[in-house]
Structure formats: structure tokens, C-alpha cells
């Protein structure tokens, strides 16, 4: 799969009110990533597309050092912004796909809502490689639930109507199964841990509309396309009430980076690499 990364930085063009227009993430979901990573107090991140700096902003108040990487520049921009209070906090505008450790490595590889549009031949290799041994990698996602029927429903009737086909909006989904397996069979990786929460979040008309601005999918359609979608989307949503209650999905995938001996270490009698190995808790 080849990744087309004028989409994958579309929400760029939307940076302005991406921010405002996303809802957060709960803290019961940057809890479950400290304990399931393991990672020490003032451990390092690397977060692979920061976007705005939502998880940036979570992780950086939990006292840890974090290196983002954003391709899009104005969205690196609105990162900076929002955690210029944190000098634990650095932002590079760089794909990871390009972007070169320099000898560091880091506690924890993170990424929120952007690692299916790294190149699946480099992501999880180079995440490994980024890592301490016995470091962890977290990925997640926060996939939209339409609760209320009329609602999906005139989604797609106006999707039809519209003759538009948005670039992305039902494919996350299908990303998400290959990345899974792709972290399970590294050599690099011991196990995943998968885990999924539920929020729900309410938007009246025009909140609902600059959420869907935000979504790589929308910004890559036309904007007559656009205008004629929204119109009929914002007709339905009167028609219902004039309010949107919307269900978050989140998806997190957790896995430890192998502790890997180095090679004189792995030429030793086996009873004393086992006692080795529990005196070091591995």
C-alpha cells in the first residue's frame, strides 16, 4: 500500500480550528498508556504526527520529555502554540519516514490517529529501532460512531446524492488489522496488548460541520462538493433536533520492544543466560 501524503497531510489546511473542533481525549486513556508502557517518571516520547498536540499536551502535563514529529507545517505551528509553557517538549517538521534518530533513542514510540499513514515498509521496523530495549510502542486510534440512525443514514444518502466519494472516511478500520499483525509478527516486538474504551461527546450543527472539516477526507473533496455535502448534513441534523450526540471507539495497541542481549551474551551456557534473565526480570 503506497500512502498518499497530500491526504495524510490534509488536515493542515484545517489547522486553525482543528483544535477546537476535536474533542479531547479522556485521561483515563493517557493512564492506561503510562501503565501499560511502563514508562519511568520523565521518560522520553517519540510522537509520530503530533497534529495540534492534543496527546502532546496530555503526556507533557504528566512530566514526560517528548520529540514530535508533524509533516504538516502549519499544523507544527498550532503544536508549538499549544505547549510553548513546556520546554520538555520538541517539535520537528519532519515525516518519520525521513526523519533520522541520530542516536537517540526514546522510552515510548506514540502515536495518536497517525500511524496508518506512515509507509507500512518503515513503521513499525523504524518505531523498533527508535526504542530502548524493553521500550514500548502505543498506537491508537479514535474511530467516529454515528448512535443515531437518521443521522448515518442521511450521511450516506448525501454522500450518493452528492455523487462524492471522501477519500478515507470508511477505510480507517480497514488499516487498522494489517498494523496489528505487522506489530505481532515483528521479531522486534514481545506480544500486543489491545484494548478499546468508549466516550460519547455532543455538538450542535455548526460544531458538527467543523469537526467534519477537519477530516483529511473532506479537505481532499472539492469545495462545491463540500458546500452541497454540508448543506444537506446540516438539513438532517435540524431535522433531528438540532444537536449531534457522536460515539468515540478507541482502539490502542500496546507492545514491548524486546530486550535483546548483545551477541557475546547470547554465546553463553544457557544456565547462565536463564539465570541472567531473572536476576534482570526478563
Given at each position: 500500500?503506497?500512502?498518499?501524503?497530500?491526504?495524510?497531510?490534509?488536515?493542515?489546511?484545517?489547522?486553525?480550528?482543528?483544535?477546537?473542533?476535536?474533542?479531547?481525549?479522556?485521561?483515563?486513556?493517557?493512564?492506561?498508556?503510562?501503565?501499560?508502557?511502563?514508562?519511568?517518571?520523565?521518560?522520553?516520547?517519540?510522537?509520530?504526527?503530533?497534529?495540534?498536540?492534543?496527546?502532546?499536551?496530555?503526556?507533557?502535563?504528566?512530566?514526560?520529555?517528548?520529540?514530535?514529529?508533524?509533516p504538516s507545517p502549519s499544523l507544527?505551528?498550532?503544536?508549538?502554540?499549544?505547549?510553548?509553557?513546556?520546554?520538555?517538549?520538541?517539535?520537528?517538521?519532519a515525516y518519520f519516514e525521513d526523519w533520522s534518530a541520530a542516536g537517540r533513542d526514546f522510552d515510548v514510540v506514540l502515536s495518536a490517529q497517525a500511524f496508518h499513514w506512515v509507509d507500512p515498509s518503515v513503521r513499525?521496523?523504524?518505531?523498533?529501532?527508535?526504542?530502548?530495549?524493553?521500550?514500548?510502542?502505543?498506537?491508537f486510534w479514535r474511530l467516529l460512531v454515528h448512535p443515531q440512525p437518521a443521522l448515518g443514514a442521511a450521511f450516506h444518502r448525501a454522500l450518493r446524492a452528492c455523487k462524492a466519494e471522501v477519500p478515507s472516511l470508511v477505510s480507517l478500520l480497514d488499516e487498522l488489522d494489517?498494523?496489528?499483525?505487522?506489530?505481532?509478527?515483528?521479531?522486534?516486538?514481545?506480544g500486543l496488548d489491545v484494548s478499546r474504551s468508549q466516550m460519547s461527546w455532543?455538538?450542535?450543527?455548526?460544531?458538527?460541520?467543523?469537526?467534519?472539516?477537519?477530516?483529511p477526507g473532506f479537505i481532499a473533496v472539492s469545495e462545491s462538493t463540500r458546500d452541497r455535502l454540508f448543506a444537506e448534513i446540516a438539513a438532517v441534523v435540524a431535522e433531528i433536533g438540532g444537536t449531534v450526540d457522536l460515539g468515540f471507539d478507541t482502539i490502542l495497541y500496546v507492545a514491548r520492544r524486546k530486550w535483546l542481549a548483545p551477541a557475546w551474551a547470547r554465546r553463553l551456557p544457557l544456565p547462565i543466560r536463564q539465570f541472567g534473565n531473572r536476576i534482570l526480570g526478563r
Open positions: 500500500m503506497s500512502v498518499d501524503r497530500a491526504i495524510a497531510t490534509g488536515a493542515g489546511k484545517a489547522a486553525a480550528i482543528y483544535h477546537e473542533a476535536r474533542p479531547p481525549y479522556p485521561d483515563a486513556l493517557f493512564d492506561a498508556i503510562v501503565r501499560r508502557t511502563a514508562i519511568p517518571p520523565a521518560g522520553r516520547i517519540l510522537e509520530i504526527g503530533c497534529g495540534t498536540g492534543r496527546a502532546t499536551l496530555a503526556l507533557a502535563e504528566r512530566g514526560f520529555r517528548i520529540h514530535c514529529l508533524e507544527a505551528v498550532e503544536t508549538r502554540r499549544n505547549v510553548e509553557r513546556f520546554t520538555s517538549v520538541e517539535v520537528e517538521d513499525v521496523p523504524k518505531a523498533a529501532e527508535a526504542l530502548k530495549p524493553g521500550g514500548a510502542i502505543a498506537v494489517p498494523i496489528k499483525r505487522e506489530i505481532e509478527r515483528s521479531p522486534s516486538f514481545d455532543t455538538y450542535d450543527a455548526a460544531g458538527y460541520l467543523r469537526l467534519l472539516r477537519t477530516h
